[in-house]
């Protein structure tokens, strides 16, 4: 089993940048793939990105393609979620999600065994 926490997260202004970090324990990070989803205040939760076990792949949501990249440090059993050009909807609680199958692409949360706690963005003037 692991544990995930998140960090990162704030008030930041549009067009402004923030990088959340999702810190595992427990395990090794590189045992599984990880995924960063976000949900607003009234809306489901969205599938943000992917990023393979190894780092060799990602994924992104089209709301979030080219504006935000994925990354892991196995070494240092921590993935990052790097937001720039950050609009106004981009406000949700984020969390990251651990997937100990290692194969595919997972974008829906029920492939994801652990989740962290999430960690609040806020994007306004």
């Known amino acids: 089993q692991v544990q995930l926490v998140e960090s990162g997260g704030g008030l930041v202004q549009p067009g402004g940048s923030l990088r959340l970090s999702c810190a595992a324990s427990g395990r090794t990070l590189s045992s599984y793939a990880m995924g960063w989803f976000r949900q607003a205040p009234g809306k489901e939760r969205e599938f943000v990105a992917f990023?393979?076990?190894?780092?060799?792949?990602?994924y992104y949501a089209d709301s979030v393609k080219g504006r935000f990249t994925i990354s892991r440090d196995n070494a240092k059993n921590t993935v990052y979620l790097q937001m720039n050009s950050l609009k106004p909807e981009d406000t949700a609680v984020y969390y990251c999600?651990?997937?100990?199958?290692?194969?595919?692409?997972?974008?829906?949360?029920?492939?994801?065994?652990?989740w962290g706690q999430g960690t609040q963005v806020t994007v306004s003037s």
């Open positions: 990023i393979s076990w190894s780092g060799s792949t990602t």
């Open positions: 999600a651990a997937d100990k199958r290692r194969v595919g692409v997972s974008i829906r949360g029920y492939e994801y065994d652990y």
